[in-house]
């Protein structure tokens, strides 16, 4: 530790200060937690926190969470939360999970669960997570293979409710540097080598050779179109969520949702995609892919059947001619399934 701040340092330690003072604007120290895997993205983002907290500018504490997934988790755990009890972060939590599986999303589920609950017990602020601009162009990169639109090119987002990702606009290199200046010892997950993994495939092969084809620079290019997508995305949102007030017959929150069909008919494209969409994810069934939300479309327009479609999660959509269906004299379509605990936030979110 010592000599020359690195660039890479003091843009880490600005970027910190100023995603936590656009997320507590009214606290002038408030309280935040590093989510930690012992890797080099967070203990970069624990040593950058550690500087603004030493400065009085905000208190910094440290979540470590062992998921049990691999031999000697424990010691890994371990050895990070000595790290960040040594750049002076308190409190320092050690959180172990039992994620249902081995999968990624499995895990990632446990490990918000920790999140959740160490925001409860701490009354902390903002948990603070590590992605750097690589994990954003990856993420770009698993949006396109999945073709599923604008929203999932928008990658992910620098602020999420109280999970903040200071760090997007660094580089993965920048983080081992930085732990190289700060004299911290990173773990590498061996994991993140395995290339049987779609993600690490896109990491190891496809954005190298994306490079060496398209020169550099590639991965900065990934990360603006996710700004920029992100924001065409919200607009969007923001737009359909007004044509769902319009043509919404059920109340707000009810299961099944009933659409008076002519105002569907009406809408744009992209407009009536996405209003289709989370009368879905409302009903407690997955968003609907391509192919699915092709057939509600044409299930709106009266192309074929009038349904039952059959979605994933248990539900389905029909259409309804006008009288056909209790309580509504117009033709509407109508999204059934289990329900969802999502409620009628869901529409005004």
Not at 26 to 36: G, N, Y
Not at 139 to 158: D, E, I, K, N, W
Not at 281 to 286: E, K
Not at 342 to 348: C, H, I, V
Request: proline content about 6%.
């Amino acid at each position: 530790m010592g000599g020359h701040l690195p660039p890479e340092l003091a843009r880490a330690r600005r970027a910190v200060l100023d995603a936590v003072r656009g997320h507590a604007p009214q606290d002038p120290r408030p309280l935040v937690l590093v989510a930690c895997s012992g890797g080099a993205d967070s203990l970069a983002l624990a040593a950058a926190t550690a500087f603004v907290s030493r400065a009085g500018k905000l208190r910094a504490g440290a979540l470590v969470v062992d998921h049990g997934l691999q031999a000697h988790s424990a010691d890994v755990a371990a050895r990070a939360a000595g790290q960040l009890r040594g750049l002076g972060l308190e409190p320092v939590i050690i959180r172990r999970v039992q994620p249902a599986g081995d999968s990624e999303a499995e895990a990632r589920t446990a490990r918000y669960a920790a999140f959740d609950a160490a925001l409860a017990d701490t009354s902390a602020a903002a948990i603070l997570l590590g992605h750097t601009l690589d994990d954003q162009a990856e993420q770009v990169l698993l949006g396109l293979a999945r073709g599923s639109g604008t929203r999932s090119l928008s990658g992910m987002p620098a602020a999420r409710g109280p999970y903040l990702r200071p760090l997007l606009g660094l580089r993965r290199a920048d983080t081992e540097a930085i732990c190289a200046h700060e004299g911290l010892d990173f773990w590498s997950d061996p994991t993140n080598a395995d290339t049987s993994l779609l993600r690490n495939r896109i990491r190891h092969e496809l954005l190298p050779g994306l490079e060496n084809a398209l020169g550099p620079g590639l991965a900065e290019s990934l990360a603006r179109t996710a700004t920029l997508a992100r924001r065409d995305a919200d607009f969007l949102d923001a737009a359909a969520r007004a044509a769902l007030a319009r043509v919404l017959c059920s109340a707000p929150g009810a299961v099944p949702v009933v659409l008076d069909l002519r105002g569907l008919r009406a809408l744009d494209g992209a407009l009536l995609a996405r209003v289709l969409r989370t009368a879905v994810v409302h009903c407690g069934a997955p968003a609907p892919d391509f192919e699915r939300t092709a057939a509600l479309e044409r299930l709106v327009h009266g192309a074929g059947s009038a349904g039952p479609i059959q979605l994933d999660g248990h539900a389905h959509a029909t259409r309804h001619r006008a009288g056909t269906h209790p309580g509504s004299a117009r033709a509407v379509i109508v999204v059934d399934g289990p329900g969802s605990a999502l409620g009628a936030s869901l529409w005004q979110s």
